[in-house]
């Protein structure tokens, strides 16, 4: 079995973006901005992944270990599965983004609300762990069709991001 098409081009779409992104390190706030439709894209691609891995991944791939860390309310932290970050990406808010070396970490974080009542507070992991465990739990090849991982690669260097 292999993805259907939609979230194959949402995969091959956020690999090229974290491509253009390794190439600018820093730390980067997530900002409300409807100018730079590039960024508002990836938001939703990596939220539409998340959605799909909730909504059709197996529990036993959802236990898929992620690069990334987990802090609750008191302080503590822990290791992440796939189904932490899938979670935390649908109800949490995008904080930054911090590019380092050859890898991209988001950070989301809870709302004061959730955390006053003792849940989760932030949840950081790397994008390229994230991706490559949806070759498993989705059944995303990587590079299974060159035509459109290219063409996807090529979309935000033509538009100038």
């Given at each position: 079995?292999?993805?259907?098409?939609?979230?194959?081009?949402?995969?091959?779409?956020?690999?090229?973006?974290?491509?253009?992104?390794?190439?600018?390190?820093?730390?980067?706030?997530?900002?409300?901005?409807?100018?730079?439709?590039?960024?508002?894209?990836?938001?939703?691609?990596?939220?539409?992944?998340?959605?799909?891995?909730?909504?059709?991944?197996?529990?036993?791939?959802?236990?898929?270990?992620?690069?990334?860390?987990?802090?609750?309310?008191?302080?503590?932290?822990?290791?992440?599965?796939?189904?932490?970050?899938?979670?935390?990406?649908?109800?949490?808010?995008?904080?930054?983004?911090?590019?380092?070396?050859?890898?991209?970490?988001?950070?989301?974080?809870?709302?004061?609300?959730?955390?006053?009542?003792?849940?989760?507070?932030?949840?950081?992991?790397?994008?390229?762990?994230?991706?490559?465990?949806?070759?498993?739990?989705?059944?995303?090849?990587?590079h299974d069709s060159e035509r459109r991982d290219?063409?996807?690669?090529?979309?935000?260097?033509?538009?100038?991001?």
């Amino acid at each position: 079995m292999e993805a259907n098409p939609d979230v194959r081009l949402t995969w091959s779409f956020l690999r090229a973006i974290a491509e253009l992104w390794a190439l600018h390190p820093g730390t980067y706030r997530v900002v409300d901005e409807s100018e730079n439709l590039i960024a508002a894209l990836a938001q939703m691609a990596i939220r539409a992944l998340a959605v799909e891995v909730r909504e059709t991944a197996s529990i036993v791939d959802q236990r898929i270990p992620i690069t990334g860390v987990l802090t609750r309310s008191d302080g503590s932290a822990s290791a992440v599965t796939l189904r932490d970050v899938t979670n935390k990406v649908v109800h949490g808010t995008p904080e930054r983004v911090v590019v380092s070396g050859n890898d991209i970490v988001l950070h989301f974080v809870n709302s004061a609300n959730e955390v006053s009542v003792g849940r989760w507070t932030e949840i950081s992991f790397s994008v390229t762990s994230f991706t490559d465990s949806l070759h498993t739990a989705l059944h995303v090849k990587p590079h299974d069709s060159e035509r459109r991982d290219g063409g996807s690669a090529r979309f935000p260097k033509r538009t100038g991001t």
